[in-house]
């Protein structure tokens, strides 16, 4: 039975088998007379216009944190992670691909540590402000990171939330997750047979305090920023990965915790030790 917990602080805001691989696009529209086009809504809701900006004040007072925190019974300190004399950034760039077979060996808990620093991890800590290394809009950081973990070594299977401040991973869920975690991916091989599984949700009151439409095209294109810098130091460290927008919303909200409301999983990726093949991945 998995040991479910809940964070510390209010700072999310207001409120057994094998899966089978479907298709990557997911569910359809029926057709192109659907009368509700939420995208193009979204698309025009969350415009700037010069008339639109005037007048606008923020409350400081109701500005929520940038981070969650957890417990800290049963946390895990990652190892320091290295900061100089990486791999060369135009070679990864160049060799960037979305790899979907994995060796299923395992990760070390150092390389884990490595990859969730580089996505998304602290790189300045001053008096006023912390900084990251991806973008945020407003630096107000809306991006939580959680892993779903299958191997790794020294680290139990079951869900895990990154600490960014302590560089620590605190545990969400206990037990294996493989199953769940591959259904809520749309029911794709990928996240089952994959080391562990990273899911970013947005904690919307973060960026909408002060973004309150526009905020949400910010924390899409951050959860983005984010992905990438995981595939490229993946790569850097000899390991795959795949990124995954097409997921079950409730599904993975169920799998970290968070309520679909206030807190929602935006994005995945897998990370895995790489399968060697001489067949080129898919981009």
């Known amino acids: 039975m ?10 999310t805001g207001e409120e057994s088998g094998t899966a089978d691989k479907t298709a990557a696009d997911g569910p359809r529209a029926e057709g192109p007379g659907v009368a509700d086009r939420p995208g193009e809504s979204f698309q ?11 007048g606008w004040r923020l409350d400081w007072e109701r500005q929520p944190s940038d981070h969650k925190e957890y417990p800290a019974d049963g946390r895990v300190p990652l190892p320091e992670p290295l900061r100089d004399d990486g791999p060369g950034l135009w070679s990864l760039l160049q060799r960037r691909r979305s790899e979907r077979r994995y060796a299923q060996e395992g990760l070390t808990l150092a390389e884990l540590g490595q990859v969730l620093w580089a996505g998304d991890g602290m790189t300045l800590v001053g008096a006023d402000m912390a900084f990251r290394s991806a973008p945020s809009a407003g630096a107000l950081y809306p991006i939580e990171t959680y892993v779903a973990v299958h191997r790794v070594a020294d680290l139990a299977a079951g869900v895990w939330h990154y600490d960014v401040r302590r560089h620590a991973l605190d545990p969400v869920r206990t037990g294996d997750v493989r199953v769940e975690t591959a259904r809520a991916a749309l029911d794709q091989q990928i996240a089952l047979t994959a080391d562990a599984v990273l899911l970013w949700t947005a904690v919307f009151a973060r960026t909408t305090w002060k973004y309150p439409q526009r905020g949400y095209r910010y924390m899409y294109m951050e959860a983005g920023h984010i992905a990438q810098n995981t595939a490229l130091a993946a790569l850097g460290l000899g390991l795959a990965t795949c990124q995954i ?5 409730d599904e993975a909200n169920a799998l970290v915790g968070a309520d679909g409301g206030r807190e929602s999983v935006l994005y995945m ?13 898919r981009s």
């Open 2 to 11: 998995s040991d479910d917990r809940s964070p510390v602080d209010g700072t």
């Open 245 to 249: 927008a097409a997921l079950y919303d």
């Open 269 to 281: 990726s897998t990370l895995a030790r790489r399968r060697e093949t001489t067949r080129e991945p």
């Open 44 to 54: 025009r809701a969350t415009r700037y216009e010069r008339q639109s900006l005037r």
